[in-house]
């Protein structure tokens, strides 16, 4: 099944990098419309992201809004110096890694669940041609496939295709190098490749 | 398509977004010209999001009022929706509309209250046969077209918010002062367009459902109105782009489009390049403050191609039944058309 929406595809633009350290600068000064202006840039896909981790809404808000009230907090010395979103991306993975310490009984009984509560009959109960696009055999396989990366691999995919990163840039935030970025990368188009080939027409 | 041919290194490049504006425009016709691709992108896309019951649309609005209230400020004034003084277009516009449509203006009159705090709206407004030009406190010019009203809290314009937000019942040519940092959003029923430097075009007459977006310069993002669909931009237009949003949601978009037709009244004209004559009844109604009534709905199928220049009313009334072939009665400000005898059924 493939979407029915004849909307063409088209890419987002990411906020240039001097309009962000501006903002940084303004929120060091205790601007608070500064402050909401990255907040409302960021929340949603940080949530995204830190739901990858922990699996739970709830917990995933949570989460980020902590990792903004500690910013505003120490705002007058914060400095982000490999940019803010690395930095916020960044803090909301040692948040969640923190979290999951403690509660790593809790996430994975809270990942089996999602893996086995939710057959395909319930995904489509939501109308829209995107949850069609969500209960077809590719997006199936697709799930499957990312769920069986490695840890790194993974959060190197979803930083790069989910949020649009650059190599540098997700180097900067799972603090590895450039090269080991491209590698992984690398070894995830071949591991698709192969997982895809079991698709049939 | 055959899934071992993929070519991972391209995909992932237009799936990143990471590309030179030259690049992207090959790489989006290449995944657009395949239906399945296209299908393969959306999803990489998405890739790590939950999906099923664990989906979420996060709030942001008010997630950002439970953080401020802990960042120790005082907390916000939420007042009730309905004690807001003033008959404005959008609340006249509000108890004339539809379901939808009201369930979209309500969350806009909303996110307008929890805003502006106490500082009360600007309206403006033209009636038929009147365009205005305003120059907003940011710097930005609106060219209001007939029928239409702007509403804008000098806070949000003036800079002291995080976005200049305007709502727009109507048309209207904006040339916008672009500051990156403070996003200039119009606002519709249907959704809101966030400019990206850039001089654009918005109609969003209440009779025609949706909303039209035409971008002169520059580049706008288009939103939908639904929380659901209000997270990421439905669609990134540049210059030469024509994009229309539909009620639900589903927006389309159409390249190196002749801009003329559609920007020609900012300039005082009129243009239809083959339009409908059941779609250029209403911008005329609206010019000439008029009524136009059709013997026969049939006539609404029939082509328009003229261009009006500051013509009075009965010139172009003249030239709308030579070219149609129809009859033009006038009584006050009521005409009817009706097909001349002999003529195509």
Redesign the interface.
Known sequence: MLPRRRQEFTHTLSAPDAVERECVARIRLGDEGAFESLFHAYYARLCDFAQSYVRSPDVAEELVQTVFLRIWEHRATWEPITGARAYLFAACRNQALGLLKHQRVVARVARRATREGIPLGIAAARVGPDDALQASELARVLRDAVDKLPERRRLVVILRWQQQMSHAEIARVLGISVKTVEVQMGRAFAFFRRQLAHLRR | ?D??S?D??RL?R?????GAPDE?AAL?AW??SD??L?????????????????R?E?D?RS??Q??HR??G?PPLQLGPLAAHPGASPLRRALSAAAVLVLVALASLWFVARWRGDTIPPRDFATRRSQTAVLELPDGSRVMLGPASSLRFRDRGVLG????RDVYLEGEAYLEVKHD???PFRVHTAAGFVED?GTEFLVSAYPEVPGMRVVVATG?V?LYGTPPSIA??????LAHGDVADLAVSG????THDVNLAPYLAWTHGDLAFDGARLGDVIPALERWYDIEIRLSDSLLAERRVTATFRRESLSQVLELLALSLDVHVQREGRTVLLTSSAGSRP
């Open positions: 398509m899934w071992n993929i991972w290194e992932d237009f799936v990143a977004g990471r992207m989006g995944v657009n239906p399945e296209r299908a393969l992108a959306s999803l990489l896309r998405a890739v790590g999001e939950p999906s099923g019951a664990d979420r996060w942001v997630a950002w439970r953080l802990r960042m400020a002291v918010g995080s976005s990156a940092i403070r990206v580049m993002a997270r990421r931009p439905l669609l990134t589903v927006a389309t978009v």
